[in-house]
């Protein structure tokens, strides 16, 4: 895993100042080139984390041997060994061991065409010196980021976007029409970030930019959505075995973040003790007095089926003050630096970093196999709505059960609107579209928010409402998820792989019939018949535990008085409705209501606010 950085302007820019910002993301070895095309200026930065081949001769930026050809590239490519054969049956000779120079000779040879063929993660950027040519590429499901600024004058890219601040600080610039969606959904869908003019390579595209012009294009080069593909059950689960195998390739020590839950169990049951397993330990009655559970228990009791080890990470002694808190969700705001309100964040962050002092370099974590295996409660919701509708007149009396008090709402918001984008919002974030209009005074951002969904569903075709879901998800909350464990890890020089999230998953779970994938109170069913084998019953089927740390004690500890203040010094009253805000907060501190999601997504979206202002 690695970062890249650079850019295409008439004015020259420090490049290194860049590569400084993006440090985390590749502490073992850098590289830059710099070109002058006609009146532009040309840079390529590179940071390097050595995992495949750590020999220096694999040091990026990377070129052919014929010197025409030069590539930039974060992320890994699991099949490389198959293409390295292809590619050396066909005449092509390489100097050294590692992913990077199969890809670059993979690209040179087989071109766009041969992009479907490769597996893995990654975003790179390839550079024709003869065409005078660049070229950015990003994986089909997007699980390693690629950010871009590209005007009429200039082209800024890197993996984060610190980088292009760097570069040109005044794109630090937000979009104000994106809070509505960011209220929404607690997160901001492909492509956008939340930030003016700044987007990201969208998931399984490629765009081109001539470099003595600027002019651009841009092209999918697949289609995940595609329904021709024929699979079967005992296919995927074969499948899914393969891919943790090839997961498994590199040349520094691996480990697994191991939850207790089925999608880090599934993991857990093909590696067992050859590799290092992660677990959290947290402070139960917080847990409790949120009314959500903690997997650590289980945890312990899978562990002992399959007879590993586990070393415990304590996250609770990391945040003993309301100070302390608030600079967490600072953190969250700064790190993250999408408009992405992810808690998880700090989980992620803290068990990276107990990774890295154990020696470890590369994580395996089961994030994105709610996404891809139908692993969602609310999943259940969307397939079953009629059924689920005839319970709506007793949904009130669920106000009284910590799991579900914050979430009544929620569902009321689902069997009332009409449109499938504020349905479906409605299960993932904590406002409804009523109350947005009201929070940001004007409806622009909710319709806009509208469209942009209605757009993307027609990418699904004739789909049930499950696949419209999943798809979404591919495009948004899954999205999120990756964009989180990508800059959690890479924060602590981590690679974090997701064995159970790639593209062969993806297109055979798509291709399945909803029957497959879930059945009445039970979601995630592929994964959980693997389980049932080896683990009891009442484990495998136990209600889903989240990673996140329970908010509920660390947002009422804050109290009103200090909440609004923190809102108020922010400046998010320029953009929000002050008074309806503070109606929000007092419903939830005298106890009328539970609205900790919505006052953490504030205080969150506040915080934002303040650094990129």
Known sequence: MCGISGYISKDKKDIHLALDQIHHRGPDAWGCEEFIEGDYNIAIGHKRLSIIDLNPKSNQPFYSKCKNYMIAFNGEIYNFKKLRAILKSEGVKFNTDGDTEVLLNWFINKGEAGLKDIEGMFAFTFYNLNSKILTMVRDPLGIKPLYYNLDKNNLFFASEIKAIFAMAPELKKIDIDLIAEYL???FIYEPETGFKNIVKVKPGHIIKVNTSTLEFSEEKYVDIYNKNLKTSVDDLKSTIFSEIDSHMVADVPVGLFFSGGVDSSVILSKTKNSIQNLTVKSNESRYQASGV???????????????????????????????????????VAIKNEEMNN????????????????????????????????AGYDRYLLVRYEKFFR????????????????KK??????FFNEKSFPFKYSSLIGYFSKEEIINLCKTDKGVFQFENKINNYIKLFGKSSNLKKAMGLDSLG???HNFMVADKSSMQASIEMRVPLATINLFTKTWNLKDKYLMKFRMSKKILKDMLLNDIPKNMVLRKKAGFNAPLDNYILNIGLDRYMKELEESGIFNYLNKAFVFNIASEHYSNKKNNTYKLYQLLHLSKWILNYK
């Open 184 to 186: 929404l959904t607690t």
């Open 293 to 331: 559970s903690s997997d650590y228990y289980y945890a312990n009791q899978i562990a002992k089926i399959y007879n590993v080890d586990l070393m415990d990470v304590d996250l609770d002694k990391h945040i003993k003050s309301n100070d302390e808190f608030i600079e967490s969700v600072n953190q």
């Open 342 to 373: 992810d808690y998880t964040f700090i989980s992620s962050y803290l068990l990276s970093m107990a990774a890295r002092d154990k020696g470890l370099i590369v994580m395996q974590s089961g994030m994105g196999a709610d996404e891809v295996f």
């Open 390 to 405: 005839l319970f709506l007149a007793f949904i009130s009396l669920l106000k009284n059960v910590p799991s579900l008090s």
């Open 408 to 413: 009544i709402d929620r569902f009321k918001t």
């Open 477 to 479: 909350f899954l999205s």
